[in-house]
């Protein structure tokens, strides 16, 4: 099999062997080192490097992701990049660190489907080996007979290695979703998996009030937070927002309400956009600034569809969070389709 090089310049040079149609950031996280990155399929920029040397296949980015002039000055994805030869790259001086658990592949058996709400399920998912993982990652299905790729959430704690749990909402009509999981995906079937993946992570070192902002199942990376944040510190302050249409939508309340009376520092608050009958009606956004005069001091996870997110950031703002406290993971419906033997890995 034919590999080549891959060496990250600067103050803290790195190389790793690449295969020929193995991409770029696949290679750097297979061998625990950390590359910024994210959506791992083209559209959020976050894995945007330069090359500096050499050479990589790629199909050609949005201009909304990488710009006419960064492209011409040899800006790529390496989410979405092979290399063709030996290559030399330069990470952004801003890209900071992140998590450096090793990407794997993953055998897993499904040990637990239940139902959470309309059209949402839990699944418990036992894999062979335990996966190191920071809290808020994510991981990739395999969807059996197809080149579709899908990406769920961890919404256990990484403490609890060895049975991932996964909140899925059907989708009308999805291969995953209508087509596999909700279909004909039973206790003890098998399930091919990647990852972890993502820098939406929690971070551990910072130990402020907590807000979290969820949108349906964005309630997961969230739960995964929450947890291990309550475990290192039961006293916590955590204020948990969930937001859905309806109230046949909500799930958890039982768990996040027992959790409330445990931990006496834990908030948690339901908000409903379409009906009476939560603790709020409207969105996430509108409660927090509602609830709060100034959150300086505080740190935000918010993770959900697009506008959710991006109403939660202005909220945050509002009430004059500095941008640094403020984590966010976009759930975008986009299916990744991608062959999931083509990555051939060199031994
Ligand atoms: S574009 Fe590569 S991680 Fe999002």
Redesign the pocket.
């Known amino acids: 099999m034919v590999s080549y090089s891959v060496e990250v310049s600067g103050s803290d040079p790195r190389t790793v062997t690449c295969g020929e149609d193995q991409r770029l ?1 696949d290679a750097f996280l297979r061998s625990g080192v950390y590359l910024p ?11 945007k490097v330069k090359v500096l040397s050499g050479s990589v296949d790629q199909p050609a980015p949005s201009e909304t ?1 990488v710009s006419a002039d960064d492209q011409a000055a040899g800006h790529v ?4 990049s092979t290399p063709t030869s030996d290559v030399r790259i330069e990470v952004p001086l801003d890209a900071g660190t992140g998590p450096r658990h090793v990407l794997r592949d993953l055998c897993g058996t499904v040990h637990e489907i239940r139902e959470l709400a309309d059209d949402t399920v839990a699944l418990a998912v036992g894999i062979d080996e335990p996966l190191d993982f920071s809290a808020g990652q994510y991981i990739e299905f395999r969807v059996p007979g197809t080149g579709d790729v899908r990406q769920y959430s961890m919404a256990n704690p990484p403490s609890r290695s060895d049975r991932l749990e996964f909140h899925i909402r059907r989708v009308a009509g999805g291969r995953a979703t209508d087509g596999w999981i909700f279909d004909s995906l039973q206790h003890g079937h098998p399930i091919e998996m990647r990852g972890p993946w993502g820098d939406f992570v929690h971070d551990r070192d910072v130990d402020a009030p907590m807000i979290l902002l969820a949108g349906g199942t964005g309630l997961a990376p969230l739960k995964s937070i929450a947890l291990e944040a309550l475990s290192a510190d039961p006293e916590r302050e955590i204020h948990l927002y969930h937001g859905v249409r309806h109230s046949r939508d909500l799930y958890d309340v039982d768990f996040w309400e027992s959790v409330t009376r445990r931990h006496s520092g834990v908030r948690y608050v339901p908000c409903l956009s379409r009906e009476d009958g939560a603790d709020r009606r409207g969105y996430v956004g509108d409660a927090l600034v509602e609830d709060f005069d100034s959150l300086r001091g505080h740190v935000a996870y918010l993770c959900g569809p697009p506008a959710m997110v991006d109403a939660g950031v202005r909220a945050c703002k509002r009430r004059r969070m500095p941008g640094r406290n403020i984590h966010r993971e976009k759930y975008t419906p986009a299916a990744v389709t991608r062959e999931w033997g083509a990555e051939s890995v060199p031994a």
């Open positions: 950031l990155n994210s959506c791992n399929q083209g559209t959020c920029g976050t894995c992701v994805l390496a989410c979405q």
